[in-house]
Nanobody, 125 residues
Framework: QVQLVQSGGGSVQTGGSLRLSCGISGVIFENSCMGWFRQAPGNEREGVAALARASGETLYVDSVKGRFTISQDSAKKTLYLQMNNLKPDDTAVYYC??????????????????WGQGTQVTVSS
């Protein structure tokens, strides 16, 4: 049974930084796609970044390119999202997620089978 446990998040002012962590327990395939999503009140859940577990290839939505960095630890058991130069529009509940296979259509939440519990990120102006 795969479990994802998130930590990090919180409240910062515009321009601040936060790092989210997602601990992965259980067995997942090397050929997996790991992603970060966010959902603001009244909005649909949107893909923010993804990482191909085997190759390390990273993908980002345009709105976070150059500000967010997705990474994994050397043991490939923890997924991170470093968020810099945060803006009020980044305010949302953030979720980590894992799916088997390559990161095709990585922004679609329905493709992911395992989810973290979510963590709130609030950016004030």
């Amino acid at each position: 049974q795969v479990q994802l446990v998130q930590s990090g998040g919180g409240s910062v002012q515009t321009g601040g930084s936060l790092r989210l962590s997602c601990g992965i327990s259980g067995v997942i395939f090397e050929n997996s796609c790991m992603g970060w999503f966010r959902q603001a009140p009244g909005n649909e859940r949107e893909g923010v970044a993804a990482l191909a577990r085997a190759s390390g290839e990273t993908l980002y939505v345009d709105s976070v390119k150059g500000r967010f960095t997705i990474s994994q630890d050397s043991a490939k058991k923890t997924l991170y999202l470093q968020m810099n130069n945060l803006k009020p529009d980044d305010t949302a509940v953030y979720y980590c997620a894992v799916r088997s296979g390559v990161c095709l259509d990585w922004t679609r939440p329905v493709r992911y089978g395992y989810w973290g519990q979510g963590t709130q990120v609030t950016v004030s102006s």
